[in-house]
């Protein structure tokens, strides 16, 4: 067959004609118009064919019923001898369509294509979508050319299984003169076309192959059909008729999934009780125990296998009490299950998740790399030892990761200089404030009648003085300027306080410590902290060390600082001094603490206190010892007695 359809596309064909089949308009009727026919009219006239002699009136049909069947705008059908070009056996396109003016660019592009896979597409610019589908013709090569609409292009897979099938309508005998035309049962052909269609209705995986095996089950007069899938544990079934949940451990279901493992392993179709000619190859003996055990006296296992490494393979199993399924009827099955398996597969590889969809590619990817052939196997063979010799071989930059924070040595703390009362606050926790800007302010209207009482008494001893003085009594005089003296100082002393009662920044920084909530009002004792302020410049960074990177810690290392508030950017450093003494943080262990100088001046946004991450440069090591000196470390001290 594939001899014949080359040479038909080869350069006689294009040589013959433009519309290629100019050479046959003599013998080929054109085609009757598409008058409006519902389903039913269309499939009763697929009926009649089956028994019509194969004429040029029927070809004319067939490619009516075929363009009303997968909703086209035309059907071209076409045979191909040896060393001739395609010859025109029906039309239902019109003159002037894409199909007739360029039938032999067409059947260039997709005869090879349709006669190997059984079907082929070619998109077009005006967004149709022609295709080819293989018919099944005993005279020769024999291709349907459909032309579908930029309207109906989303469903052109559902168009072309309607074709497939009807592809064997050709190959029907012709029925004896004299004798009745039988037409093929219904579900043969209309109930198999309503099926595949509404189950490829199904948004979601699940509802499909409920679908499916409720569909069958009605179509074939089935007691029960499985959908099952082959997994890595085992089979798996996915649904049962008539049952929308069932419970995995049911021992029906294990039945069930023992069956269709049965079929998996033996990776062909099983039949249970085995036909009388199919010799004794197949073992049965878990469709025996079902059969058994559930009363169903007639079993059809169906594999449904993509034939690539980590595709899909699924399985249905039909059962029936009283009488087997017509070997016909579960070749029509067959048929549409294995056109639904590429539908049921991708719609199932959708529900998965985006890293289960990306594992599963890549699973396919190397597959048909490693297939024979392909010499997938000598470049992972390669691309392995160059790994293993990169690894062993190879040098990187070694970094020691470790947490860092922004640290200053210009802070000071404001206490209280008295005891007493915060009567105002201004300042408050992560205030940038200016050299002398008030912080807060005490009470002082104690400490102000105690200095008028303490004046009022300095000058009632001074008069006291003044008069003794001149009554000439200079004991009491001195007595009284002594107390006079007394209540001064204690009086400067109060003055001294009023004037510190105001509290000021000493200078300009950032209010570390200190919240206006919790001082407003609050008492105070002299000495107490309210405040701590620090400064913005001369900021540093204070790197923390695990102990187990300090043997990898070369003099003056350099490295980058990234703080938690802009992790994009990088900040040099270079470390100036290390702390000798270890620091327990947490149960991280111990740490030491290096002291950095970054390379650049401290932003405006700047704090003590920030924190990061730090990578200090430890100099190359070998890729190998990177990824494993810590596990190793780790077992020295595991294995060490």
């Not at 009516?64 to 069947?69: A, R």
């Not at 919790?518 to 960074?541: I, M, N, S, T």
């Not at 508030?565 to 947490?586: C, L, N, S, Y």
């Amino acid at each position: 067959m594939s001899g014949g359809a080359s040479s038909g596309t080869g350069p006689e064909a294009a040589a013959g004609g433009g519309p290629a089949a100019a050479a046959a308009s003599t013998t080929v009727p054109t085609a009757a118009t598409t008058a409006p026919m519902d389903a039913q009219q269309v499939l009763d006239s697929l009926r009649a064919l089956r028994g019509a002699p194969r004429d040029a009136a029927f070809w004319n049909r067939l490619a009516v019923c075929l363009t009303l069947l997968c909703r086209a705008r035309g059907v071209l059908l076409l045979r191909g001898r040896a060393g001739a070009p395609w010859q025109v056996l029906g039309t239902s396109a019109p003159a002037d369509s894409l199909l007739a003016q360029q039938t032999a660019p067409l059947l260039s592009e997709l005869a090879p294509r349709a006669l190997t896979q059984g079907q082929a597409l070619l998109p077009q610019p005006s967004g149709d979508v022609v295709a080819a589908v293989r018919l099944v013709d005993p005279e020769g090569p024999t291709l349907a050319l459909l032309q579908i609409g930029a309207r109906d292009r989303s469903g052109v897979n559902e168009w072309l299984l309607r074709a497939q099938l009807v592809a064997d309508l050709p190959a029907s005998p012709a029925p004896a003169e004299g004798a009745l035309a039988l037409a093929a049962p219904p579900h043969q052909l209309v109930g198999l076309l309503d099926l595949v269609a509404r189950v490829m209705q199904e948004p979601q995986f699940g509802a499909a192959a409920l679908a499916l095996v409720n569909l069958l089950a009605v179509e074939t007069g089935c007691d029960q059909v499985v959908l099952g899938v082959h997994e890595p544990g085992g089979a798996r079934v996915l649904a049962i008729s008539h049952i929308d949940r069932f419970e995995r451990n049911a021992e029906h279901v294990q039945l069930l999934e023992a069956a269709l493992d049965e079929a998996f392993d033996q990776g062909h179709d099983l039949l249970f009780p085995a036909p009388e000619d199919a010799g004794d190859g197949a073992v049965l003996l878990c469709h025996d125990r079902l059969a058994r055990l559930s009363g169903h006296g007639h079993l059809a296992t169906l594999l449904l296998d993509g034939g690539e490494p980590d595709a899909l393979r699924l399985a249905v199993l039909l059962a029936r009490r009283d009488e087997a399924l017509p070997s016909a009827d579960l070749q029509q099955v067959s048929v549409a299950l294995h056109l639904l398996r590429p539908w049921l597969a991708g719609r199932r590889e959708r529900d998965l998740g985006w890293l289960a969809r990306q594992w599963l590619h890549g699973r396919r990817q190397l597959g048909r790399a490693l297939q024979p052939g392909q010499g997938g196997r000598a470049w992972v063979a390669g691309g392995l030892a160059l790994l293993v010799l990169a690894l062993a071989l190879g040098r990187w930059p070694y970094r020691i990761e470790a947490a860092a924070e922004l640290t200053t040595d210009s802070v000071q703390v404001i206490s209280a200089p008295f005891d007493g009362y915060l009567g105002q606050v201004q300042g408050n926790l992560g205030d940038v404030v200016a050299a002398g800007a008030p912080l807060a302010r005490l009470d002082t209207r104690e400490l102000q009648l105690q200095a008028d009482d303490l004046a009022a008494e300095a000058r009632r001893y001074t008069v006291e003085a003044d008069r003794t003085r001149a009554l000439g009594q200079t004991a009491e005089t001195q007595v009284a300027l002594a107390r006079a003296a007394q209540a001064q100082a204690r009086l400067e002393r109060l003055q001294l306080q009023l004037s510190q009662a105001r509290i000021a920044a000493p200078f300009a920084g950032v209010i570390v410590d200190g919240e206006r909530k919790e001082l407003a009002g609050a008492p105070v004792r002299q000495g107490d902290k309210l405040f701590r302020l620090a400064r913005v410049e001369g900021l540093y960074a204070v790197v923390h060390v695990p102990e187990r990177d300090m043997r990898e810690l070369p003099a003056q290392a350099r490295g980058q600082l990234r703080l938690l508030g802009q992790p994009d950017r990088d900040i040099g450093f270079t470390v100036e001094t290390v702390v000798p003494m270890g620091q327990v943080r947490g149960t991280q262990g111990s740490q030491f603490a290096l002291k950095v100088k970054l390379d650049q001046a401290a932003e405006p946004w700047w704090r003590p206190g920030m924190s990061g991450l730090a990578q200090v440069e430890a100099g190359s090591r070998p890729i190998l010892w990177i990824w494993t000196h810590r596990l190793i470390d780790q077992l020295r001290l595991l294995l060490w007695w």
